[in-house]
């Protein structure tokens, strides 16, 4: 494998259920990122870890509860979460954080459709 | 605050040059990407600017004037295959990429 990859790519869940995203990146970078896309907006970002350390939440909801066990994993924990959480789920890493310059990789995305 | 504007949705024919253009206003400036992202995949990286000026890389080029908050992608030669929408973003003094929302390209045989 090489880039990003994210599973699952598309998920369905109930209000009710608890379900986790998984990104993985084998570039060897130490910053990663969860961006969420919804139709004609602009990304969100979600949260920023760099070397394990959660550096940034940008008043996400407490129902997204993210994890990042090494710089080359990441997770995405879901619990309880609304209808207009349906959107499309990015990962992406960077080399570094604080360093301009270098551009974000991106994963396919997990298509989620909460019902 | 911070904000990105780009136009939603531009048409052009096959062979023909399309420019791409985004405004933007961060707190603090680090250089300004572009990404291409076809439809249900991954965004790519285009082009980065944190110079004002043209920098060339084959079909596509991108432009940049940090006086004026504003960026250019042109892109050449116009094939089938670059039908996709082209996200501009920069960064602000956090290193953190602020997002426009994208604008969808319709290219025409």
């Known amino acids: 494998e090489t880039g990003v990859t994210q599973t699952p790519r598309h998920l369905v869940m109930g209000m009710t259920n608890k379900k986790s995203l998984k990104c993985e990146q084998h570039?060897?970078?130490?910053?990663m990122y969860w961006y969420k896309q919804s139709a004609k907006k602009p990304l969100e970002l979600m949260f920023v870890?760099?070397?394990?350390?959660?550096?940034e939440n940008n008043s996400v909801p407490s129902r997204f509860s993210p994890e990042c066990p090494n710089s080359s994993h990441l997770f995405l924990h879901l619990h309880t979460l609304q209808p207009e959480d349906s959107a499309l789920y990015l990962c992406?890493?960077?080399?570094?954080?604080?360093?301009?310059?270098?551009?974000?990789?991106f994963g396919p995305g997990t298509r989620l459709t909460v019902l | 605050g911070q904000n990105i504007d780009q136009p939603t949705e531009m048409t052009a024919t096959e062979g023909a040059i399309v420019q791409i253009n985004c405004t933007y206003q961060?707190?603090?400036?680090?250089?300004l990407f572009w990404y291409q992202q076809h439809a249900g995949e991954a965004p790519t990286f285009l082009s980065y600017?944190?110079l004002d000026g043209l920098e060339e890389k084959g079909r596509f080029s991108s432009f940049l004037s940090r006086s004026k908050g504003y960026s250019y992608l042109l892109l050449k030669e116009l094939q089938m295959k670059d039908s996709a929408s082209y996200l501009c973003?920069?960064?602000?003094?956090?290193?953190?990429?602020?997002w426009g929302a994208g604008t969808k390209l319709i290219i025409k045989p």
């Open positions: 961060t707190s603090g400036f680090n250089g």
């Open positions: 992406a890493s960077s080399l570094n954080l604080r360093d301009s310059g270098y551009e974000q990789f």
């Open positions: 600017n944190v």
């Open positions: 570039l060897g970078h130490n910053a």
């Open positions: 973003a920069s960064m602000d003094s956090n290193y953190q990429l602020i």
């Open positions: 870890y760099s070397l394990e350390e959660r550096v």
